[in-house]
C-alpha cells in the first residue's frame, strides 16, 4: 500500500466528522471517494494532504508514520494536492504558480521554469500561451488545469483531487477529464479522486470508497460492480 490511513479521525472544534476511517491505496492504482454533500470526503482529503489534523489514528504513506508530518513535510514526502477550489495564487501569474511551489518544495527561492516537466505543458498546451497571465483572471477550467499542473511539478507519487470538474464549464470538464486520463495511462499516477459524477469516477478509477455520516461505509472494484449497485447511496 502507497497511502495507509488507519483509524483516522478528525474533528472541527467539538464537533467530530471523520469517524475511525481505514483505508488504503495501491500503488499505480486510482480511488474514487464518494458520498452525498457533507459526509466527510473534504474533510479526509485535507487530513491526508495534512492541511487539517488527524484527532486520532495513523496515516502512512511509502511505509512510513506521517502522522504527525505537516502539510509541507507531506507534499516533499510526494502528495500531491489540488484541492475543492483550486486555489491558485491569484496576484502571480501562470508561470510563478508553477515555480513558486517546487521552489517551496525543494526548500530553495527561486525555480526556473525550465525546471517544469514538459508532460505538464504538453498536456495542459493552454498553460504556455497564457503563462504571463495573472492566475486570479483565469477562468474557473484554466484555474483547474494550473492547479493539477502545479501539483504534477512536483512530481508527486499520490495525486488527492477534489471535485476536479465542480463548477467547471461543461465542455471544458471534458477536457480536464482527458487529461486526468492521459495523467493515469501515461505517467502511470496513483491518485485519490473525490468525485460526484458516477460515470467518470466508474471509467477512470479501479475501486471506490462510499462516504455516509464521515465513515466509509460501503468499498468494492468498479470493475466488478455497477455504479448503478451503488448510486442510490450517493444520489440525494
Ligand atoms: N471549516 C469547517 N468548520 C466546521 N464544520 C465544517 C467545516 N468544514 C466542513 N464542516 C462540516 O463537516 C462535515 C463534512 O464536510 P466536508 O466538506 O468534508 O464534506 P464533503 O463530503 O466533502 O461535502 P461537499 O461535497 O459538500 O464538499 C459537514 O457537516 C460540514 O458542515
Known sequence: MLLELESACAAYGQSQVLWNVDMGVTQGDAVALIGRNGVGKT???????????????????GGDDLTS?????????????VPQGRHVFPH???????????????????VKESGIASHIFDLFPKLTQIRNRKAGLLSGGEQQQLAIGRALAGQPRLLLLDEP????????????EAALRRIRTELGMTILIVEQYLDFAWSF???????????IIRSGST?????????HLVNI
Do not use: W
Not at 44 to 57: F, M, P, R, S, W
Not at 223 to 231: G, K, L, N
Open 223 to 231: 470493475q466488478t460492480e455497477s455504479a448503478d449497485e451503488i448510486s
Open 43 to 61: 474533510t479526509l482529503l485535507n487530513t491526508i494532504a495534512g492541511v487539517q489534523k488527524l484527532t486520532g489514528g495513523r496515516l502512512r504513506f
Open 69 to 81: 508530518t505537516p502539510a509541507h513535510g507531506r507534499a516533499r514526502a510526494g502528495i500531491g494536492f
Open 92 to 110: 502571480l501569474s501562470v508561470m510563478e504558480n508553477l515555480t513558486v511551489g517546487l521552489a517551496a518544495l525543494a526548500g530553495r527561492k527561486a
Open 165 to 176: 470538474t465542480e463548477g467547471i464549464q461543461p465542455n471544458v470538464v471534458q477536457q480536464i
Open 205 to 215: 478509477a479501479e475501486s471506490y470508497h462510499v462516504m455516509q455520516r464521515g465513515q
